[in-house]
């Protein structure tokens, strides 16, 4: 067994005309900004599958030009997570996972259901959600992956039912949102989102140093004793486990240079 998971940071997309100039080359045709993005970071998180529905040419185009071991993320339609019953999502969740995503083969990483600030937790209408999610889709593995931003959901209920399921819960380093540090799957997954564009790395260094740090404790199978958990009393299996961690919203400037920070610091270790 591997003495720890792999650990994988990016930022959410490749098209953001800021970055021309400050992480593309000012001359790199707009074609070619996946391509670029994945040579020097290995995952992004895609925000377009959340609005509108893509082809399975699509998925396989970005599969192409991308380096082998690069992963997408990629965000659930809002049309299942934006409804007051989710138990009524199924047809929406099937439609999505019918439009292609697996043509990105072993680079189809979690797929993230990110739900409004306003949804409120109901355990038996969340977990009619989870049971929704399909694992395995012929022979491939599917991983799934819940971002919830109501407080209402800071309950010990709320983190057994994720880890009955097998589903982590996203990690949001955010101004308003709780944040959930609790393990509930196989794999980790982090939003960071506090950069700031006048500092060249978004984060600074000793930020940098700090988070490294605790994305070495997930992938090695500990817990980071300096974030908050909602469980106290629950104890994860210790157990090496991927992690994916995105530099998103406040300092998208320098979210690249976020991202590549973090892997030289995680590589190092």
């Known amino acids: 067994m591997a003495k720890r998971g792999s650990i994988r940071a990016g930022m959410g997309g490749w098209t953001f005309e800021p970055w021309r100039g400050t992480f593309y080359p000012d001359k790199l045709a707009h074609a070619k900004e996946l391509s670029y993005a994945a040579q020097h970071v290995p995952t992004i998180e895609v925000n377009g599958t959340f609005y509108r529905t893509q082809t399975p040419a699509t998925f396989a185009k970005w599969a192409s030009e991308t380096p082998d071991g690069f992963v997408f993320s990629l965000k659930g339609p809002r049309y299942a997570v934006n409804r007051r019953v989710l138990a009524e999502a199924g047809d929406s ?39 929704l999610l399909p694992h395995q889709v012929g022979n491939a593995a599917v991983r799934h992956v819940v971002e919830v931003r109501h407080a209402s959901f800071c309950v010990p209920e709320f983190i057994a039912l994720a880890r009955d399921h097998g589903v982590p819960i996203v990690y949001a380093e955010h101004e308003t949102y709780p944040e959930i540090a609790d393990v509930t799957g196989d794999f980790i997954y982090a939003r960071l989102q506090k950069g700031k564009d006048e500092v060249t790395t978004g984060y600074a260094p000793k930020a940098l140093d700090t988070w490294a740090a605790r994305f070495n404790t997930w992938a090695e199978g500990g817990v980071p004793q300096d974030l908050p958990l909602v469980d106290t009393k629950a104890k994860p299996a210790k157990k090496p486990r991927d992690a994916f961690v995105y530099f998103i919203h406040e300092g998208k400037v320098r979210a690249p240079h976020a991202a590549m920070a973090l892997m030289q610091r995680v590589d190092k270790s």
Request: cysteine-free; hydrophobic content about 50%; overall charge negative.
């Open 93 to 131: 969740i099937n439609r999505f996972i019918d439009s292609g995503p697996l043509e990105l083969g072993a680079k189809l990483g979690p797929i993230l259901w990110q739900f409004a600030a306003t949804k409120k937790f109901d355990a038996a209408d969340f977990g009619a959600f989870l049971e």
